[in-house]
């Protein structure tokens, strides 16, 4: 449970924790940063929490050095929580061998199928045991304001999550997300070897598309992608199939996808528009 804490780093006003523990969902040591504003260093301070889930091939470090989140986050007041993508060195046959599969890809799923079992929960993970640790580790961070966004393959966590889990994250947004997994080749691979290919309906239990028709109640959600985006042109994040899917259930009134003109997929996108992202989620955290 305790936390380690490896650097400090001053940051608009604020500071960025290297920190890494134990975790026994993943089954290895978790390395992960958490920024915390001006406002959560003054004693007795509780600020709400914003998780922002990464992308494909990326650690905990890549947003937090240039995904310009703490711009907006020191000046509201908001912590943010920045996790790896995946357990590290289990020696699991084939872990490393693909950017798109294994290590830096675990999907924001638990895995069904060996030998990924052994510490492929990313989904327990982020959802249980992360916070946990959090909270009781760091008595600043208020457990009932949390938000939730993420990049790509965490675009699809962030989604994911808030619609598996209603009522844990006060809002959600997302970044280029990969918003039908199982009708992209990123997805398909990813669920076919964390699920099997035989497990359609497990694979649409982790589909934002496929959830996004079952829910009940208001929905709001924010969500950007570049037109100049090579996997959107590709058809990996198909955006288009979730709006459809929420149109038809009459859910998409509250959805505010825009397609950013020219953008691409890399943190030059998510830095032009974290301040934007980070105020949506402020106002739903009531700061
Ligand atoms: N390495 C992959 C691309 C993976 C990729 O673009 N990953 C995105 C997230 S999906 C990312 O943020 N990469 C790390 C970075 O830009 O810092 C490729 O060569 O096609």
Redesign the pocket.
Known sequence: MSVETTATIASFGGKLLKLKHKASTTNCDMAFNLYLPPQALKSGAKVPVLFYL?????TGD?CSE?GFFQHAASEKGVAVVYPDTSPRGLQIQGEDDA??FGSGAGFYVDATKEPWTKGYNMYSYITKELPETLFTSFKELDSSRVSITG???GGHGALTLFLRNPGMYKSVSAFAPIANPINCPWGQKAFKGYFGEDQQEKWKQHDATELVKQWKGPLEMLIDVGTGDN?YKQEQLLPENFMKAAKDAGNDKGINLRMQTDYD???FFMASFADEHVAYHAKHLGV
């Not at 990464?54 to 990326?58: N, P, W, Y």
């Open positions: 990464s992308g494909l091939t990326c890549n240039k950017y798109d990049h790509s393959m996997f997929h890399s943190y």
